[in-house]
Structure formats: structure tokens, C-alpha cells
């Protein structure tokens, strides 16, 4: 099994407009596995983000308008997380999954 993954550093994406530029450029590019570092979203925006996405993930909120960091994965990806774990700073984030 082949998986497309995308890494990207947002350098934060708390703007609407570049919240729904980045969704619609990850769809387009039909990532399985998206990595997304300084995303700079509390948790209720990261939380959002995941659910305008569409697909599940996990996430690091950033801190004070720092750091941030999420795993998404591809709706159709026959993913199941069955934890995760991060730090209260936003720095890392670890997702047991099954796929």
C-alpha cells in the first residue's frame, strides 16, 4: 500500500481565508497523510479546522499563538486512531493509528 503524505509549516493559519485556501489545496492534491507544523490554532480552531476538513486528526494547540502542530488524514484513508498524545506547548504530537 502507497500513501501521498504532505508536510507543511503553515506559519499559522488562524486567518479564515488562508484556512480555506490550504483545505482546498490539500483536497487537490489528494493527500492520504498530511503533516501541517505552526498552525498557531488554539484548540476550538484546530478542533474546526479538523471537522471543515472532513477527515480525522489529531493535534498540538498552539500556545499563545505559537507553535501548533496537526496530523489530518484522508477520509477515505481506512484509518482508525486509537490514541494520541501531545505536549502542552504545541511542539509534538504522537498518533497510534491503525490503517
Known sequence: M???VI??????INHPIKKKK?????????ADIIFLQESHL????AQKLIHDW???G?????NHKKHGV????CKSLPVTISSHE?????RWILCNTTI
Open 22 to 30: 490550504i483545505i482546498q489545496f490539500l483536497h487537490r492534491e489528494h
Open 70 to 73: 496537526m496530523i489530518l488524514f
Open 2 to 4: 502507497h500513501f501521498k
Open 86 to 90: 501531545c505536549d502542552d506547548q504545541g
Open 7 to 12: 508536510s507543511l509549516n503553515m506559519r499559522g
Open 42 to 45: 488554539p484548540t476550538h480552531e
Open 58 to 62: 489529531c493535534f498540538s494547540p498552539a
Open 54 to 56: 472532513n477527515g480525522p
